[in-house]
């Protein structure tokens, strides 16, 4: 594939195309964002594929749901250059005003805010939705105004309508994680995390080397663990000082749920809390097994259930305990979705995502140092038993096999993360000082233009009644009073209008 069949993908895909309609001008954005960035990388040559990756990653960091004024600045600075670089590519009819648009894109996102609220694929989906309500061709504008009208009607009435009547209105969200938790004094975090399982259930056992893995996983992912956690490692640093770091993380994992147990049954170590000392007992040992779950807005489905389906749902992420800029992040297919029950009152239940995880070291991980695109090789796994993950932490992925048929690009596949439903990151505002709050997305500072004042004492050109345009003959010393001036402008007003000039009327 080469620049002639670039340049017709890129026409296809142009934003804004005339013949294209809402969704599928969202569907070109949705190519230059995600398809262009891996899908062309073995079908082109390298000089071509970096401009249009580039400018791929220009549009996903402008569509972001959260904007920083230094990121709108540096692409600014990055658009003109990419687009110099197509230049040397494409040919000059290929560039007409919508390839000159980026350049004023991160301008005004800086100034208006996230593009969510300010471009026009909102307001399209709304002219979409009127014109479906198009009954007789003949007459548009009344059938879109009567169905308006009977829709604006409905909804209001349906305010006022008992709460167990179903309407739009209160409709469950796509993804919907269960509702509210209800807080109870002393609860752990890992049991009053929202979830919501779907799909029938089906009991098993979970015994052996996979419940010490599972109740394992969960100690050291306790918040409210951590204090003992810290009192394990002092006992071991003080039973050998030349303990290392990877000798203490083995002794967590294959130690640490006995002492706790223990720990916990003491009453010398004043251990009260109930979800505490029946976390230490662990798990009942029957578990239910479910084939979908959603929660963080996803939906989530096991492998077995998503065979045959034409969407992915079952590929996870999850960041590692040394998370640096996605460098530690692991990925996986999820195998089972499992809930675990502890004894006594009140209900505590906990969701583990059991997951087949992928090889992360360089040999089955890579990234690319520049676009940050991550590639997976679906043939090699992780090497060490820690299948286990809570479901709160897990975010959704799904994997794209490249198009090539080099034997070297078989078995591996790109990551692609996906956006979680009716979730949307804030940034995190630092305190400050001032009172004033900070307005997004604007300039610390304003920047004062001096204007340049000229001193006359000259009046200029005054306006005549009669449309003319006469000079100034009278100076500021002439009057010494405004009530000199008012009279005499009334004496010039009398001359003028006589009572000839009503006559003629």
Known sequence: MGKNQAYKAMQRARLGSSSAGPEE??????????????????????????????LSLSFKDLTYTKLK???????ELEIPEILCKLERIFPPAFFDSMEHLPVHLPYEARIAGPVQFA????????????????????????????????????????????????????????????????????????????GRSY????????????????QTYILLNCDEVTPYIDIYILKLREQDPRISDADI????DNNFVEWFKLYARNPSNNVTNIFVRALAEGPNRTTQSYPMYFVNGYKFHTIGHGTGRATMNSGVCIKGTN????????????????????????????VLFKCDWFDPSRHGTRRHPNYNLVEVNQSRRFNRYEPFILAMQACQVYYVPYPSLRRAQIDWITVCKIKARAVVEMLELSK??????????????MNLHQ???????????????????????VGDDEFESEDEIEHVLESESEDEYDDEDFDDF
Not at 32 to 51: G, I, Y
Not at 249 to 252: H, R
Request: proline share 5%; hydrophobic share 35%.
């Open 69 to 75: 004024e230094e990121d709108m600045r540096r692409l």
């Open 25 to 54: 001008i969202e569907d070109g954005m949705g190519l230059r964002k995600d398809l262009a960035m891996f899908s062309f990388q073995n079908l082109m040559p390298t000089n071509v594929w970096e401009p249009l990756t580039e």
């Open 451 to 473: 204007i340049e004042v000229v001193e006359d004492n000259d009046l200029g050109l005054l306006n005549d009644p009669n449309g003319g345009d006469i000079g100034s003959d």
């Open 249 to 252: 993380d083995q002794m967590l």
């Open 432 to 445: 400050k000082t001032s009172s004033m709050p900070e307005l997004a997305f604007q300039d610390n500072e």
């Open 199 to 214: 799909g029938t259930a089906k009991p098993r056992p979970i015994e052996g080397r996979e419940l010490q893995a599972a």
């Open 323 to 350: 998370y640096s800029e996605n460098a530690s992040d692991y990925y996986g297919q999820l195998i089972e979705i499992l809930e675990l029950e502890y004894p006594g009152y009140p209900f505590k239940r906990t």
């Open 119 to 194: 471009w026009m694929y909102l307001f399209e989906r709304f002219l979409r939705h009127l014109k479906k309500n198009v009954g007789n061709k003949a007459r548009v504008e009344g059938s879109i105004c009567n169905a308006y009208l009977v829709e604006e009607a409905s909804n209001f009435c349906s305010h006022y309508f008992e709460s167990h009547v179903h309407t739009r209105q209160r409709n469950v969200p796509r993804n919907d994680d269960g509702g509210v938790a209800v807080p109870i004094e002393g609860n752990l975090s890992i049991f009053t995390y929202l």
